[in-house]
């Protein structure tokens, strides 16, 4: 019913840049919120930025400074510019989105196949 499909992932050396991308397409009544999480190597995954309804950021602390999350509301794209990458954001970037279907339908989350995103010299 609902598809995200990201990109923009890659190979950048400490201190690059990054911008990834995600479309959500398909049967959309609402969206509450659209982010990026992000899942290292034998760690649990984690919330990096959000966009809660319109305009309401949140961030992770470790990323507070050099990420910035941004939308386009009409094409329902969430981006994430991503600046003086460290090795330590190196993970695979999901990005998730909380959607209403129909009006009669509770949200659902919906969750991006991900993107790996490595920063190494």
């Known amino acids: 019913q609902v598809q995200l499909v990201e990109s923009g992932g890659g190979l950048v050396q400490p201190g690059g840049s990054l911008r990834l991308s995600c479309a959500a397409s398909g049967s959309i009544f609402s969206r509450a919120a659209m982010g990026w999480y992000r899942q290292a190597p034998g760690k649990e995954r984690e919330l990096v930025s959000i966009i809660i309804g319109i305009g309401r950021t949140n961030y992770a602390d470790s990323v507070k400074g050099r990420f910035t999350i941004s939308m386009d509301y009409a094409e329902n794209t969430v981006y994430l510019q991503m600046n003086s990458l460290k090795p330590e954001d190196t993970a695979v970037y999901y990005c998730?989105?909380?959607?209403?279907?129909?009006?009669?339908?509770?949200?659902?989350?919906?969750w991006g196949k991900g993107t790996l995103v490595t920063v190494s010299s």
């Open positions: 998730n989105a909380r959607i209403r279907t129909n009006p009669l339908m509770a949200e659902m989350n919906y």
